[in-house]
T-cell receptor, first 111, second 112 residues
């Protein structure tokens, strides 16, 4: 079993829709949770970074962490065609040096 | 412009021919790392470095070497490449392990 599971999609939504992206994990030692966005032929870029459980909002993006369920989510409000990309979740254990990534969900926002 | 620069972007080589992928960052970051990205497997860490002369293995270090002689550079060395090392490679850096990770644009390697 992989430590981090993520539905690869692909996911297609109309412009303006609310998008929900999710990851589950198996190791309760994960404490730091991140979402990266990766455009085609580019390196990932950090979107959201949260510690432990709770919500974090940044513009149209909201990250949620539910440690009791071992489940994290990224919500995108008022989705735009420029949001079309692959979204990767990542997480790290306290004191550890490496990140564990999900396989990514490919999102297309249709104008 | 703050960036992580990898070279080359594309590389085709043959089994057993030693190669080096260079990585350089201009942000004075202490932490640097190499990842490979494969379909269905996601990003997996190969090696990381906490500072000059301090390197350690990640999750998939077999067949790779690294060195960190200067703070800005972190080359990835494949002494004897094999076809199973065909992959998309990313270098990344951050101020420290806990800070935001900046990725390079990637190196697509094909080993025939």
């Amino acid at each position: 079993q992989k430590e981090v599971e993520q539905d690869p999609g692909p996911l297609s939504v109309p412009e303006g829709a609310i998008v929900s992206l999710n990851c589950t994990y198996s190791n309760s030692a994960f404490q730091y949770f991140m979402w990266y966005r990766q455009y085609s032929r580019k390196g990932p870029e950090l979107l959201m970074y949260t510690y432990s459980s709770g919500n974090k909002e940044d513009g149209r993006f909201t990250a949620q962490v539910d440690k009791s369920s071992k489940y994290i989510s990224l919500f995108i409000r008022d989705s735009q065609p420029s949001d079309s990309a692959t979204y990767l979740c990542a997480m790290r254990k306290a004191g550890a040096n490496n990140l564990f990534f999900g396989t990514g969900t490919r999102l297309t926002v249709i104008p | 412009e703050a960036q992580v620069t990898q070279n080359p972007r594309y590389l085709i080589t043959v089994t057993g021919k030693k190669l080096t992928v260079t990585c350089s960052q201009n942000m004075n970051h202490e932490y640097m790392s190499w990842y490979r990205q494969d379909p269905g497997l996601g990003l997996r860490q190969i090696y990381y470095s906490m500072n000059v002369e301090v390197t350690d293995k990640g999750d998939v270090p077999e067949g790779y070497k690294v060195s960190r002689k200067e703070k800005r550079n972190f080359p990835l060395i494949l002494e004897s490449p094999s076809p199973n090392q065909t992959s998309l490679y990313f270098c990344a850096s951050s101020l420290s392990r806990d800070e935001k990770l900046f990725f390079g644009s990637g190196t697509q390697l094909s080993v025939l």
